[in-house]
């Protein structure tokens, strides 16, 4: 059972009179007041930015060619080694099958035989075509001889026809690089029975002198690009497009430039992203089919405000700046940032506006409403050129 217990009224008033008499006859201590500390402020305003969109990307060489048999037989011979440089029409991988040298030699028997029965053909057309001419023998004698050696001819045509298919078929047995690369894996190796219905390729060429960068990019980036890039259809947008850079996997820049010459021209509905390729040049033979990497793409925006990184903070998974109010109070006050090249600065896309006051150095020691003494300053960050935050 819960108790109530009420007091009277003079009693709570008399009460409430001795502690205010009591309160009013303490004197405490004199509380010091701490005095504004200095803190340096830049004033902001919109501005040219550059900012770097990076995009994870895999490489593949212009020309990946599967090296496969057109013929059966064993390996007789590997002429090359996995990773080494080929040229156009050298020998990789030579066949022995001696049923194809066979047929090379059957042929070119059939063409003798046959050569000879031309031969044979068109004397008897030569020894019937004066007695023709004499009326010794009748006009039937010649046409048929010529006939036979027209058949002759034919005959003849048919196995100089065989013996190029069998001579084609001998020549399957040295298998050549289509291309000028780089050689992949070697799955098969001397001794080995191959076959063309072999699933397995024998071994892959990388053209490498150019190497394609393939990234994806979501609709919003790519509705971006067809929206912002300058030209009138999406080959000129594309070729108006800024160069791009390539991130190696050791966090090295390469130093060749590339250009994007190619987006897809529907969205992956597994990932609602668009595919893109970039070119870049390989002179040095470095980038490899299979390498990973990540694009740079340079975004350049006409008005827009940039902050140092110190200037901010970061709580519960949002970016925070002190704004400085007329009072020279500060407030904290959530901004969208999008990192800038050389990760020293951020461009702002939203929480601040021309003309406002941020600080920039001992963020970590305000709160908001605190009072500090406003040192104007004016900073800049470095990236392709500096880009300076003016102080106006």
């Known amino acids: 059972m819960i108790r109530r217990y009420v007091l009277p009224a003079a009693v709570v008033l008399t009460l409430g009179i001795g502690h205010s008499c009591s309160k009013e006859g303490q004197a405490g201590p004199p509380q010091e007041q701490q005095k504004p500390q200095p803190f340096d402020v830049i004033t902001v305003s919109q501005g040219p930015a550059k900012l770097l ?21 064993f390996i007789e011979e590997v002429y090359i080694d996995e990773g080494s440089m080929v040229r156009r029409g050298q020998t990789l991988f030579r066949i022995r099958n001696p049923q194809y040298e066979q047929q090379v030699r059957m042929a070119q ?8 029965a031309v031969s044979t053909a068109a004397m008897q057309v030569t020894k019937v075509k004066p007695l023709v001419d004499k009326e010794i023998i009748s006009n039937y004698e010649l046409q048929s001889a010529q006939l036979n050696l027209s058949a002759k001819k034919a005959a003849l045509a048919e196995a100089q026809a065989a013996l190029r298919n069998a001579q084609v078929n001998q020549g399957y047995t040295n298998i050549t690089s289509p291309v000028n690369g780089i050689v992949g894996m070697l799955p098969f190796r001397t001794g ?12 892959t060429v990388s053209n490498v002198d150019k190497v394609y960068a393939y990234f994806s990019v979501n609709e919003k980036d790519q509705i971006e690009f067809l929206r ?20 190696l996997a050791d966090g090295s820049i390469y130093k060749e430039k ?13 990932t609602g992203s668009f ?12 980038l490899r089919t299979g ?6 793409m340079p975004v350049y925006l006409e008005n827009t405000i940039v902050i140092p990184q110190k200037a901010t903070y970061e709580m519960q998974g949002k970016v925070f700046v002190y704004v400085v109010g007329k009072d020279n109070k500060v407030k904290s006050t959530e901004v969208s940032v999008q990192e800038m090249p050389g990760g020293q600065a951020y461009a702002v896309s939203s929480g601040l506006k021309n003309g406002d006051r941020v600080v920039v150095e001992g963020v970590g020691l305000l709160r908001d409403d605190a009072e500090i003494v406003p040192r104007a300053t004016t900073l800049k960050t470095t990236v392709d050129q500096d880009i300076e935050v003016p102080n106006p």
């Open 291 to 296: 390498y990973s990497a990540r694009v740079q």
């Open 109 to 116: 028997a059939q063409v003798k035989s046959a050569e000879a």
């Open 275 to 286: 595919t893109l390729r970039a070119t870049f040049p390989n002179p040095s033979g470095l």
């Open 192 to 203: 080995s029975y191959i076959s063309s219905a072999t699933q397995q390729p024998l071994t």
């Open 228 to 247: 912002n890039a300058p030209g009138a259809t999406v080959a000129e947008k594309l070729r108006n497009t800024p160069a791009v850079s390539l991130v």
């Open 53 to 73: 969109n990076e995009y994870p990307a895999r490489l593949e060489g212009t020309q990946n060619i599967e090296i496969r048999p057109k013929i059966d037989g």
């Open 258 to 270: 590339g250009r994007i010459e190619a987006l897809s021209g529907q969205v992956d509905p597994n």
